[in-house]
């Protein structure tokens, strides 16, 4: 059942799944050999079925390494499994003895348990909630370490000495039944740190546009109406620049779509430059950016807008970014707004800018406006190329 999990959440995209869905196919396999071992020959019952159960028990290590993004030691786990079954072949062959056999083998599966377990203890800083996952890993390598630890001894120091792995006695039906649950529980177990994974990729994708990386329409949407409301509690203003570049449309169709994916990355990596640890970039669409500037106001609000055009105006003369200007609406938060009245108010003055002659910064009318902005709106608008403010 874990396996066919494990296939219906099969990707490659995260580090370690290959290895832990491979650990529950050899366990299977394992698992097989085990159960028929009085029907079959010897070296399958004996070498092969402990050999497949080690190399599943190795490499779950080996996914977990690499799902906490740790060395993976592939190698080294293949040569203990070459190790490990030598030692079996020689307890069987040589000297042949079950409590030998059945020793390393617990041993084997005790200290990939107490490995996986150290991965996890080691890579705390990486847990995030639901930390149930990690508890539940951790429960089940220590059973298992506590498990074979306990019927190491019991073999060596118990009373009477077991002869078979399929001997019907209570100890040995209790132990068998609690092992073969081991692996696949810690298969699942990986399966969910996976799935973790893959939730936030998604959201990460979701949240973030696939060409820039600054935040998509969404996320800032939701960050806006987030800085809103501490805005509105606390009083501090908050600011909103609405850029388009001008003239990127040329850049596309002299140069190609690829000159002009690269050019949207130069931008948004010069803007990350000129603008405040703080502010939120995103990218509205096309060739249409914002940002909202927490603890910002009117006038400081603009001159980070003309700091930016400024930067973009001389990359496009080098020819970073051909021709390219921006042309940018800035706006505040006034009493009473909300995210739809705010961006309105830029994407008007955005609009004034792109409609008097582009390469410009326009900020909103004085006071803001939030209902009628039209025609009276606009006329009242300050419009600044060089950064001075002229009405
Ligand atoms: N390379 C590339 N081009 C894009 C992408 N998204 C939108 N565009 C193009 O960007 C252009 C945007 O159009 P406009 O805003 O009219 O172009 P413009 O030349 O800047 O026009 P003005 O803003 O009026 O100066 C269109 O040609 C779109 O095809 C993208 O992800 N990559």
């Given amino acids: ?44 019952a004996y070498e092969a079925a402990n050999a497949v159960y080690a190399a ?50 617990s041993l084997y599966h005790a200290a990939v348990g107490a490995g996986i377990a150290l991965t996890l203890i080691r890579c705390r800083s990486q847990w ?13 390598c220590s059973m298992k370490v506590l498990g074979h630890v306990t019927r190491v001894a019991w073999q060596l120091l118990g009373p009477a000495q077991p002869t078979s792995l399929l001997q019907p006695s209570p100890g040995a039906i209790f132990f068998l039944s609690v092992a073969t649950v081991g692996l696949p529980a810690l298969a699942f177990g990986g399966m969910l740190l996976a799935h973790r994974r893959i939730v ?37 203003p908050l600011a909103l620049l609405l850029i388009d570049l001008d003239h990127f449309k040329p850049i596309n169709d002299n140069y190609g779509h690829d000159a002009g994916d690269r050019a949207l990355v130069a931008f948004t ?42 930067r973009v105006a001389a990359l496009g003369r080098t020819g970073a970014l051909p021709g390219v200007t921006l042309s940018i609406g ?3 938060l006034h009493d009473g707004d909300s995210l739809e009245s705010v ?14 002659g582009r390469d410009q910064v326009v900020t909103e009318p004085e006071g803001g406006q939030p209902a009628g902005i039209g025609e009276c709106a606009t006329l009242q608008m300050t419009r600044t190329k060089t950064g001075s403010t002229a009405t």
Wanted: glycine share 6%.
């Fill in 56 to 105: 599943a028990s190795a490499s779950l290590f080996v996914g977990y390494r690499l799902l906490f993004k740790r060395r993976a030691y592939a190698r080294a786990a293949a040569v203990s499994v070459l190790v490990f079954t030598a030692l079996i072949a020689i307890f069987h062959y040589w000297f042949d003895s079950f409590v030998a056999r059945s020793s390393v083998v």
């Fill in 1 to 44: 059942m874990t396996f066919l999990v494990l296939l219906g959440v099969s990707t490659n995209r995260i580090d370690g799944m290959r290895q832990i869905r491979l650990a529950a196919l050899l366990g299977i396999v394992g698992n097989i050999l085990y159960a028929f071992g009085r029907e079959l020959p010897p070296l399958l």
């Fill in 128 to 140: 995030d909630r639901p930390f149930y996952v990690k508890r539940f890993i951790l429960f089940v």
């Fill in 269 to 310: 990596l010069n803007a990350e430059k000129v603008l405040r640890g703080m502010d939120f970039l995103g990218r509205i669409g096309g060739d249409e950016f914002a940002v909202w500037m927490p603890e910002t106001d009117l006038a400081a609000a603009t001159v980070a807008a003309h700091r930016l055009r400024r």
């Fill in 343 to 356: 961006m309105k108010r830029a994407d008007v003055a955005l609009y004034e800018a792109k409609r008097n």
């Fill in 330 to 332: 800035v706006s505040v």
């Fill in 200 to 236: 936030e990729f998604a959201q990460e994708a979701a949240d973030h546009d696939y060409l820039t990386g600054v935040l998509s329409r969404r996320a800032f949407s939701k960050i806006g109406e987030r800085e809103l409301g501490r805005a509105a509690r606390t009083g501090r």
